[in-house]
């Protein structure tokens, strides 16, 4: 019934890439980060994944995370030299943007309902894990317009739940021939979400709130995107778009690579004993990026068992794999986990374009459907294959502080509002299946970007009316954890942008940022 390919890529051989709703439009690694998203809507996917084996984890575990970056990232973009790839790792991952020497250490917290290797994916400069790809995608842009030769500026639009906005904005600030613009839900991200976007610096970016919710900016932004007059528009100015969110294969790309750097350090720490020992990964989505990247790692021979997908009260992905019927048709829930907050999972037309073995026809007649209707059903053989490789639950705010409370109360261990959804679903997944294998829990925010919700759950002084900075000092004053630099320097920043625009006038907001009304 799994029908998962393992294509082994011959050296010398180009990696194409193909869209996911048509067989005949095929690109370069490239063209396909130049270009961000196919001409049709469809997302762009390497025809073939490189294998790797336990020698290859071996000979990795003693390496740094920017030799593992290089080995990985080196197999998916071959115009790209070996020394053009180290460069721009290295650049990325420099010890001022992420320090301890490890950007994605793992920290192990055991306590009396499930023992957690905790992946802490938010020590770079916006405490987020976007930051792991955001900070690399911006090298990977620049080189991959040389190669192209393309000599346009590239426009980079960004649909954000909170976290990739500020990581896009921080890792684009000043770089050189790119001008972006990012949306974000008024009422949809964090206090200290919109204060991190909001004081952004930088003369080549901007910030926009829209009216409406996270689908709304991303359905505003796909729009723009496949707008002809706007297209040609920005052909006549010597521009061309492009995007930062995982809709971009470049995006995703660098996210691949933390998964075996875990299983690495898993490896090394003797966690991982005998060869093909395999690991559970736990991971809190809503538009399916970050637990795509653990997929793509598992078809690329990672030795993983299952892969647990974690959704709060927009538990739309879990319904899905559960039961193969996609149904964005519901009430939105605005959350305290906001960056879950999703109805429209972008990514996941990259996983129903594999398990179905490239079949863009089916493909696109399912993209029709949600578009058309707000719902599509997969077949019983694809969703079959899809169980065979992930499970998935959610939960609720007050679980999610319930979660967040124990978990501190017991371990010392202070997660934010995301990591503490993921560690509610593998406890469930851990009393249903009784599975035991060593698990990765992906922790993907600091607690102290979302310091209300944490603070109100473990804190019996609580005060909602103090304000977000004093509420920073209160958690760390009680929980004795380090304020992280980044959002202690917020409090002195200015705010720049204010602007509020309507799903139907985000278009006038790009054209005025780019001076062509």
């Not at 851990?430 to 294998?437: A, F, I, P």
């Not at 380090?482 to 006038?505: G, M, W």
């Given at each position: 019934m799994n029908r998962i390919r393992k294509i082994q890529i011959t050296e010398g051989i180009t990696l194409n890439y193909k869209c996911t709703r048509n067989q005949n439009s095929q690109v370069t690694a490239a063209q396909a980060i130049v270009q961000g998203i196919a001409k049709d809507g469809g997302l762009f996917v390497p025809e073939t994944l490189p294998q790797y084996t336990h020698k290859d984890f071996v000979e990795m575990q003693n390496g740094t995370y920017i030799d593992r970056a290089v080995k990985v990232?080196?197999?998916?973009?071959?115009?790209?030299?070996?020394?053009?790839?180290?460069?721009?790792?290295?650049?990325?991952?420099?010890?001022?943007?992420?320090?301890?020497?490890?950007?994605?250490?793992?920290?192990?917290?055991?306590?009396?309902?499930?023992?957690?290797?905790?992946?802490?994916?938010?020590?770079?400069?916006?405490?987020?894990?976007?930051?792991?790809?955001?900070?690399?995608?911006?090298?990977?842009?620049?080189?991959?317009?040389?190669?192209?030769?393309?000599?346009?500026t590239a426009v980079i639009l960004v649909a954000t739940s909170g976290d990739t906005g500020k990581a896009a904005l921080e890792g684009f600030k000043d770089v050189d021939r790119t001008k972006m613009l990012v949306f974000y839900p008024e009422n949809g991200v964090s206090p200290m979400q919109k204060r991190q976007m909001n004081t952004q610096e930088g003369n080549n970016v901007s910030v926009c709130a829209i009216e409406g919710n996270f689908d709304d900016a991303q359905t505003g932004v796909k729009k723009i995107f496949v707008n002809e007059e706007i297209c040609k528009k920005l052909e006549e100015n010597g521009m061309t778009f492009s995007s930062a969110n995982s809709i971009n294969w470049g995006r995703l790309l660098?996210?691949?690579?933390?998964?075996?750097?875990?299983?690495?350090?898993?490896?090394?720490?003797?966690?991982?004993?005998?060869?093909?020992?395999?690991?559970?990964?736990?991971?809190?989505?809503?538009?399916?990026?970050?637990?795509?990247?653990?997929?793509?790692?598992?078809?690329?021979?990672?030795?993983?068992?299952?892969?647990?997908c974690a959704s709060n009260s927009n538990n739309v992905l879990t319904e899905f794999l559960k039961t193969g019927v996609y149904n964005r048709n519901r009430e939105f829930h605005a959350t305290i986990s906001p960056s879950m907050d999703i109805l429209i999972s972008s990514n996941l037309e990259r996983l129903l374009f594999d398990v179905t073995g490239h079949d863009t026809e089916k493909v696109a007649g399912w993209m029709k459907e949600l578009s058309e209707t707000g719902r599509y059903q997969v077949d019983a053989e694809t969703l079959a294959a899809i169980q065979e490789v992930f499970a998935a639950d959610y939960c609720d705010d007050k679980t999610t502080e319930e979660t967040i409370a124990e978990v501190y109360e017991s371990t010392h261990y202070l997660c934010d509002t995301h990591t503490a959804v993921a560690v509610n679903a593998y406890e469930q997944?851990?009393?249903?299946?009784?599975?035991?294998?060593?698990?990765?829990?992906?922790?993907?925010?600091?607690?102290y970007k979302f310091t209300d919700s944490v603070l109100k759950a473990v804190s019996k002084q609580y005060d909602s009316d103090m304000d977000e900075f004093a509420k920073v000092q209160q958690?760390?004053?009680?929980?004795?954890?380090?304020?992280?630099?980044?959002?202690?320097?917020?409090?002195?920043?200015?705010?720049?942008?204010?602007?509020?625009?309507?799903?139907?006038?985000?278009?006038?907001?790009?054209?005025?940022?780019?001076?062509?009304?």
């Open positions: 990232l080196s197999d998916f973009l071959p115009e790209f030299t070996k020394e053009e790839i180290k460069e721009c790792v290295s650049a990325a991952y420099a010890e001022e943007k992420f320090s301890g020497g490890n950007p994605a250490p793992i920290s192990v917290v055991h306590s009396d309902k499930a023992d957690m290797n905790i992946l802490e994916l938010w020590h770079g400069p916006t405490c987020a894990f976007k930051d792991m790809a955001l900070q690399l995608l911006p090298h990977l842009l620049t080189h991959s317009l040389k190669i192209t030769k393309c000599d346009k660098p996210q691949i690579v933390y998964y075996f750097s875990a299983y690495c350090d898993l490896l090394k720490a003797g966690t991982i004993k005998e060869e093909g020992d395999k690991i559970n990964v736990v991971v809190p989505t809503g538009n399916f990026g970050n637990i795509l990247a653990a997929y793509y790692a598992k078809k690329m021979g990672l030795p993983i068992h299952k892969l647990i997944y851990l009393k249903e299946t009784k599975d035991d294998t060593p698990t990765v829990v992906v922790s993907t925010a600091s607690p958690l760390s004053k009680e929980t004795g954890t380090e304020i992280p630099a980044p959002i202690a320097a917020l409090e002195s920043k200015t705010v720049r942008f204010q602007n509020v625009c309507t799903p139907q006038t985000m278009s006038d907001e790009l054209l005025k940022l780019l001076n062509l009304q």
